[in-house]
T-cell receptor
Framework: EDKVVQSPLSLVVHEGDTVTLNCSYE??????LLWYKQEKKAPTFLFML????IEKKSGRLSSILDKKELFSILNITATQTGDSAVYLC??????????FGAGTILRVKS | EAQVTQNPRYLITVTGKKLTVTCSQN?????MSWYRQDPGLGLRQIYY???????DKGDVPEGYKVSRKEKRNFPLILESPSPNQTSLYFC??????????FGPGTRLTVL
């Protein structure tokens, strides 16, 4: 059965901290891995990763994929209260099926 | 403004009363999809569509129907809703199957 597992389930940090969110997967026909941010409404797209070892970066957020070990990480540096959200990892398979993990709840305290 | 719209945004209904949740996008996207989101389970794909008249089952299609008669619309139909279909539903669309744009969500309660 295809699955995407995120860890930790939740964490609380202070502003300025750096956090690392993890996503491991077991799917039949991997095509790409996506990260989304969800703040009490619809998920918004962060990154799409298809190749191992190539870091995607956007401001304080970055992500990398390891297709050999079947995982990805999402890093957030110098966290701010506005980073508080649920972060979702999803894997797109060939055949167009999309499998989401349960998400990591991040709370950044001021 | 490029967007995905869903209606209604909130719905409370009773068991067995057929309902339809509409989804429309104005970005000329080929790919559209429906998800439900439940606490602890994340987003689970119900159905998806690669183009007009092409639909496929996702992970949890039981109890749902969809149709794709026009490119912009992808309604979700619950012929006989049951309480276990109480959930938050999202519609999404994209040009490719990767970077999806989500609608605002529909919170459904089935009593």
């Amino acid at each position: 059965e295809d699955k995407v597992v995120q860890s930790p389930l939740s964490l609380v940090v202070h502003e300025g901290d750096t956090v690392t969110l993890n996503c491991s997967y077991e799917v039949t026909n991997f095509r790409s891995l996506l990260w989304y941010k969800q703040e009490k409404k619809a998920p918004t797209f962060l990154f799409m990763l298809t190749s191992s070892g190539i870091e995607k970066k956007s401001g304080r957020l970055s992500s990398i994929l390891d297709k050999k070990e079947l995982f990805s990480i999402l890093n957030i540096t110098a966290t701010q209260t506005g980073d508080s959200a649920v972060y979702l990892c999803a894997v797109m398979e060939y055949g167009n099926k999309l499998v989401f993990g349960a998400g990591t709840i991040l709370r950044v305290k001021s | 403004e490029a967007q995905v719209t869903q209606n209604p945004r909130y719905l409370i209904t009773v068991t067995g009363k057929k309902l339809t949740v509409t989804c429309s996008q104005n970005m000329n996207h080929e790919y559209m999809s429906w998800y439900r989101q439940d606490p602890g389970l994340g987003l689970r794909q119900i159905y998806y569509s690669m183009n007009v008249e092409v639909t496929d089952k996702g992970d949890v299609p039981e109890g749902y129907k969809v149709s794709r008669k026009e490119k912009r619309n992808f309604p979700l139909i619950l012929e006989s809703p049951s309480p276990n279909q109480t959930s938050l539903y999202f519609c999404a669309s994209s040009f490719s199957t990767d970077t999806q744009y989500f609608g605002p969500g529909t919170r459904l309660t089935v009593l």
